[in-house]
């Protein structure tokens, strides 16, 4: 068995960027891991979400995660194969929260991402992210929750540095 082991670590910092970057709205970032090709097919239980074309994501993204959204997630036990020197895929357990405060709904839940990953210039990029919800729950609210800090809102919005 033959593991690269120094791609297998840049994916799973691609990919643990990818969330971090939605979940702070740090859209120009998340710009620089996707392809221009970049297709999504997300299955939830309440929602399908499929596009294809890096900047119509963006775009999407950027509409949903901002001051009306409140989000976290998080991905586990990344099952990586690099398949050749620019070609590669994973498997990752997702876990995650996002609040629409607009719309007053909370969905939490869990799935699993497969994702196919190429490297571009050098750099590897998403190319594919596909996921099918484990368990998903959806809850509506009246009250908006007590949030003591909310990155999204802030004013002005932080600098997107990829550091803390």
């Known amino acids: 068995m033959s593991l690269r082991l120094e791609d297998i670590e840049l994916i799973k910092r691609l990919k643990y960027k990818y969330w971090r970057c939605i979940d702070t ?6 710009r620089d ?3 221009e090709d970049m297709r999504v097919d997300y299955r939830g239980g309440t929602y399908r979400w499929q596009m294809t074309g890096r900047e119509p994501i963006l775009a999407a993204i950027a ?4 001051s009306n959204g409140v989000g976290c997630h998080t991905g586990h036990h990344p099952e990586i194969d690099v398949l050749t020197d620019t070609t590669a895929t994973g498997i990752w357990y997702l876990t995650d929260i996002f609040i629409n405060l607009k719309e007053k709904v909370k969905t ?6 497969r994702d196919k990953y190429v490297k571009v210039g050098g750099l590897w990029r998403i ?6 919800r484990v368990y998903e729950q959806v809850e509506t609210f009246t009250e908006p929750p007590n949030l003591t800090a909310h990155w999204l809102a802030r004013v002005p919005p932080p600098a997107a540095t990829g550091t803390r």
């Open 127 to 132: 190319a594919e992210s596909v996921y099918d």
């Open 108 to 113: 939490t839940g869990s799935a699993l991402y």
């Open 63 to 66: 509409a949903s995660f901002n």
């Open 33 to 35: 891991s996707l392809t």
């Open 25 to 30: 709205g740090d859209i120009a970032s998340l």
